[in-house]
């Protein structure tokens, strides 16, 4: 994640607010990669991808006089938080976060739902980026809840509140998401053999 200091964030901050062009082309420059990799977590087609950056940098860019470090954290982690909820709100405009499947309508058993994989294992030889394809082919609700909890580290019901799904249901998609992917590295590593 891009790291920007302390002195140069507050010089940025103040910049931006006062319009100048410079200083948001240099944040854009210093985050634009990481911020569209975290948007490609979440979004898969690329022209998404794009709009929901532009949408992100401009809601930063216009409200930046109301970012408060000491309440938001850093600079570039309000952005982030930005490009996901961004992220999230381009999926429901699609309809694509209708995808979840209740705990009523699973047939996995609570065992099946709790044992865990050993996707720790399977993560730890493949290449970050082969990675990332990967978790881009979960199916959007398992792709969605997985990035939320396993990479933004939010917990069920913040998540169960953020997607309108029960807490349950975050966590079985979770679980489920855990498994396609653990089997999808597998394959994965079988192809290379």
Known sequence: MSNIAGADEKRLIRDIIKGKRDAMQELYSLTVRNMTAVCSRYVVDQDDVNDVLQESYLKVFSGMASFTAHE??????????????????LLRRKKKLNQFVSL???????????????????????????????????PDGYRTVFNLYAIEKLPHSKIAAMLGISEGTSASQYHRARKLLAQLILDHQNKKL
């Open 72 to 89: 938001d954290g850093s600079l570039v982690a309000w952005l982030r938080r930005i490009v996901v909820n961004e992220s999230l709100m």
């Open 104 to 138: 009523d309508e699973m047939e996995e058993t609570q065992e099946e739902l709790t044992a865990q994989e050993p996707i720790a294992h399977y993560v730890s030889t493949i290449d970050i980026g082969d990675l990332m394809k990967l978790i881009q082919q979960l």
